[in-house]
């Protein structure tokens, strides 16, 4: 299904909860706008944390060392990730009035945190040369099983084209996921594909991906469409890019 969501009186907005509000996402996530001088003070027995800046500038700061990071926009190439095991204390401070993107699940591994910067997130451009082109969108992930084996998560970015499609071909996986979207300009708007449901994405909404259900995007002509991808993996079923199953009816356009 789809959310509209809102920000709270203390400007968090709550996504899905591990306890409470759609719980069988297995996560907790929350968007924060922080003022200037704000801090995030995490530091948690039982869950691993990456936070994701979504704009504005901000200081990271974890076992002594401080890490600056701005961002104009979501659209700005810039995917600044600090991700920590459960144990770890950390801050997030804002320098200017900036938003973020908290995710969380339950894990007993620990590992030293880790930091992504542009310079080490994975960039990949699909679509551009299939189907006309209308598949365009560019894809950076954060971490999955390939550079982070231990973490029970996954966090990337989507970056599709005005009017064009993403998530595409159909496809599905048994791990839930969560999308949340945000938009070029304000009243941007597009489709999200959840198994027999078609739901209006508008800037600030979220999908909520059951397991097994087929799913895709569109952005609205017009409108460039961002969206945070988050995935829970399931225990000894983790997700992996070879999870992604393209439904039977949709196989053919693979390699068009």
Excluded at 44 to 60: H, I
Excluded at 96 to 118: C, G, L
Excluded at 136 to 162: I, Q
Excluded at 212 to 238: C, F, T
Aim: proline residues 6%; aromatic residues 14%; glycine residues 8%.
């Amino acid at each position: 299904m789809l959310e509209y969501l809102k920000y709270d009186e203390n400007n968090v907005k709550t996504v899905c909860e591990m306890d409470g509000f759609h719980a069988d996402m297995g996560m907790n996530i929350w968007v924060r706008i922080l003022a200037p001088g704000q801090k995030i003070e995490i530091c948690s027995d039982t869950l691993e944390t990456a936070v994701l800046l979504l704009a504005g500038r901000v200081r990271f700061c974890w076992d002594g060392r401080i890490e600056d990071c701005a961002r104009e926009n979501p659209f700005d190439l810039k995917p600044w990730t600090l991700h920590v095991s459960r144990g770890t204390a950390f801050t997030v401070e804002a320098v200017d009035e900036s938003r973020v993107i908290i995710e969380q699940t339950d894990n007993d591994k620990t590992w030293e945190p880790r930091f992504y910067t542009p310079e080490n997130c994975l960039y990949q451009e699909f679509g551009k040369g299939q189907w006309g082109g209308a598949g365009h969108r560019v894809v950076s992930t954060m971490f999955d099983p390939d550079n982070e084996p231990d973490s029970n998560m996954v966090l990337g970015e989507v970056f599709t084209k005005a009017g064009k499609w993403s998530s595409y071909p159909p496809h599905h996986h048994p791990q839930p996921e969560v999308y949340y979207y945000e938009f070029d300009k304000p009243q941007g708007f597009g489709a999200c594909f959840n198994g027999d449901d078609v739901y209006k994405t508008a800037n600030g909404s979220a999908c909520y991906i059951e397991p097994g259900k087929s799913h895709q995007q569109a952005a609205a002509p017009g409108y460039e469409m961002y969206y945070v991808w988050m995935i829970r993996h399931l225990p000894g079923d983790p997700w992996y890019k070879t999870t992604r199953i393209v439904d039977d009816e949709h196989k053919w356009l693979v390699n068009q």
